[in-house]
């Protein structure tokens, strides 16, 4: 029913930033959206929530550099990754619906060099 893409992932110092996209096919305006994040051989981690009318939630972690946001016009939803740390290094998943996801999408990498 709903299929997410990620982009905007890559390579970037300490300190530096990056704005991640998530692609939606299929509608989302009625959907909760979420970013979470899997650093290798660790746990998957929630990041961050955004309802379907604009409210948002962080994890601990990343509240005052991180920010999601949506464009229910343009079906995308966005985090945007600011003063990034080595231990953000991650694969970055967007999902629909909350808190149990219906629909993942691929992933995109984020690595973060000191």
């Known amino acids: 029913q709903v299929q997410l893409v990620e982009s905007g992932g890559g390579l970037v110092q300490a300190g530096g930033s990056l704005r991640l996209s998530c692609a939606a096919f299929?509608?989302?305006?009625?959907?909760?959206m979420t970013w979470h994040r899997q650093a290798p051989e660790k746990q998957r981690e929630w990041v961050a929530v955004i309802s379907a009318g604009g409210n948002t939630n962080y994890a601990d972690s990343v509240k005052g550099r991180f920010t999601i946001s949506r464009d229910n016009s343009k079906s995308t939803v966005y985090l945007q990754l600011n003063s990034l740390k080595p231990e953000d290094t991650a694969v970055y998943y967007c999902?629909?619906?909350?808190?149990?996801?219906?629909?993942w999408g691929q992933g995109t990498q984020v690595t973060v060099s000191s």
């Open positions: 999902a629909a619906g909350y808190p149990a996801a219906s629909y």
């Open positions: 299929g509608g989302i305006g009625g959907y909760h």
